[in-house]
């Protein structure tokens, strides 16, 4: 797992003034015929046949869905759009299956890369990943009105997560005293914090965004409780591929255009209420972490120290924009 660190060499803030994103390149209009110059090389097979095939799981916004006039759209969507472009490949086409099917695909030669919201894991054999494409945490969801702000405040309460391990394991080592935990399948399961069968919910940021909306009775009180990534999988063996994939990618995560796709598919307004007393301070135009941390700090590193203080407040420094109040540290002397 790639540690939770972002570049404060790069523009963190992008304002309605930025560069607007790059449109994605149309996808192709047949299934390329298989090229097998080269057994074992899915890069070279993929940059020969011109196309990227990506296998995702269908219907899963905001990663990736199709809108009701019938147009792709998604986080990943895109995403893999720009790195099909960066490993000079024109086209991409997308592999549907099941979320736990799309290893298999890679595995078996059906499908280049694999992309659907996958953090990496080492126990799935065959599989190697790229570095991260997206660094997240699980958030806290109450419903309204809610007293519970933290996971110190769970002591003694029931709460509700998906039905996947690495939650239900973050759970157990981080959340102790609790009264019960309850996993969910299925969509629509945060109806079970909606209905108060649960006192609150923990789940990954992306997802949460997107599936809170049916339930205008909920909210999140507070993201990155933990500190995780999503990455590309794809065959075992492929050096050239994955060595491609990490440059791509972090060629990517450096541009404006990435803060677009972020503010895009994955927003969410900073709250603008801090604890009484806090030193604060406000983000002006053309501001970054760095910045700050410089004229304010005295030190370019210490960008760490206030993303530290907000980012239970905002699950990604993206999506600060000018405006935005950041909790600052009381002096020099506390770094």
């Known amino acids: 797992m790639r540690k939770f660190i972002w570049p404060c060499g790069v523009a963190l803030f992008c304002f309605a003034t930025s ?31 011109g196309v990227l095939r990506v296998a995702t799981e269908p219907d899963f916004p905001p990663l990736y869905w199709v809108d009701e006039a019938g147009k792709e759209r998604g986080f990943e969507y895109e995403l893999a759009q720009r790195i099909a472009k960066a490993l000079g490949i024109p086209n991409v086409e997308l592999v549907e299956d099941d979320y736990d099917k799309l290893p298999t695909l890679a595995k078996e030669g059906k499908a280049d890369i694999f992309m659907a919201g996958y953090v990496p894991d080492d126990s799935i054999e065959g599989i190697s990943w790229s570095n991260s494409y997206l660094d997240f945490g699980l ?88 500190e995780s990534n999503y990455a590309v999988g794809f065959k075992s063996g492929n050096p050239e591929l994955q060595q491609a994939l990490n440059s791509a ?77 950041l909790i600052m540290p009381k002096s020099k002397e506390t770094l």
Do not use: M
């Open 19 to 49: 560069a607007a994103a790059v449109p994605p390149p149309p996808p192709p209009t047949s299934n390329a015929p298989a090229v097998n110059a080269e057994p074992g090389n899915v890069l070279k097979a993929a940059q020969q046949a």
């Open 139 to 226: 958030c806290l969801i109450v419903p309204k009105g809610s007293p519970v702000k933290t996971i110190k405040q769970l002591k003694g309460k029931n709460i509700g997560a998906y039905d996947d391990p690495a939650v239900t394991r973050w759970i157990d080592e981080n959340i102790a005293n609790r009264k019960a935990v309850k996993t969910y399948l299925g969509p629509g399961w945060l109806f079970h914090v909606d209905n108060r069968e649960v006192d609150a919910a923990i789940y990954d940021y992306p997802l949460a965004l997107e599936e809170i909306k049916a339930f205008k009775r909920l909210q999140i009180v507070s993201f990155n409780l933990n």
């Open 249 to 325: 990618i972090e060629s990517i995560e450096a541009s404006d255009d990435y803060v677009g796709l972020i503010k895009r598919y994955l927003p969410f307004k900073i709250s603008q209420e801090v604890p009484e007393g806090s030193d604060t301070y406000t983000i002006q135009r053309g501001d970054t972490l760095g910045k700050v941390a410089t004229e304010k700090l005295g030190t370019t590193a210490s960008w760490k120290t206030i993303w530290e203080l907000n980012k239970y407040r905002i699950p990604n420094p993206n999506l600060l924009e000018a405006g935005d109040i």
